[in-house]
């Protein structure tokens, strides 16, 4: 059985069980499948060993297991980030200039996963799904502040695209940025990504103390200094704070 074929099998068993009233024997698995009970069994097996479903040892049938939980855990705590975010973001945006962001880490990139936008003139765009540079935004640094060197560095293997005359182009450099971000707890980016715009970035984090998330605020460079960079800081942190705190996240747990 090629290993597509079995994903798709052991998703059916998942889906299955999820449906069944009970526990369900090897024999009328494989009846249902349209295989053979040795086959069936293999499967069984895989998913045991993960935690996925686990056996009655009276009965020998199978049920879900409590590995199913984490995944429900995890689906509703991302839930609850988008519900938090989108609570704090769509404040401020409310209150004047700001656009809001919220976004992730995919590999090499990120990725904004909410976009809120202010009722101000200028309107800086970006869509959920939409990729983003990570080492030209402040929410992309942000995300980038518990790397270690290596992995910055690592960012710089292929060539990175230079969006502006201020775009950070050599590794060294971030690395001095992330440093120095981790120390105070937010990133910015001034002039990097999009010319003219000012942008403030803050991590979330889960109830682990790990950054899953990130939080931004931009505004144009117009309205500098009558909106400092760092009072725009302050209230990106206490918005991010929020959000971890209710995803969990205690200071005293934060990792050294």
Known sequence: MSTSLSLEKGLHILNMLKEANGAIGVREMARRLDVSPSVAQRLLNTLAEQGFVEQDISTRRYQLG?????????????????????????????????????????????VYVLAVQSNSPVVIRAQPGETMPLHATALGKALLLDADDRAISKLFENTVDCYTDRTITEPDKLIQQIHSGRGLGYATAISENVEGVISVGAPVRDDTGSIIAAMSLAFPRAVYPKVKITDVAQIVLEASNRVSSGLGFERSSQRE
């Not at 509703?76 to 200039?97: F, H, N, P, Y």
């Open 66 to 110: 409590y590995a199913v939980l984490g995944l429900a855990q995890h689906v509703s705590q991302r839930g609850r980030l988008l519900d938090l975010a989108r609570k704090e973001l769509q404040k401020l945006a409310d209150g004047g200039c700001f656009n809001g962001f919220l976004g992730v880490q995919r590999g090499s990139v990120g």
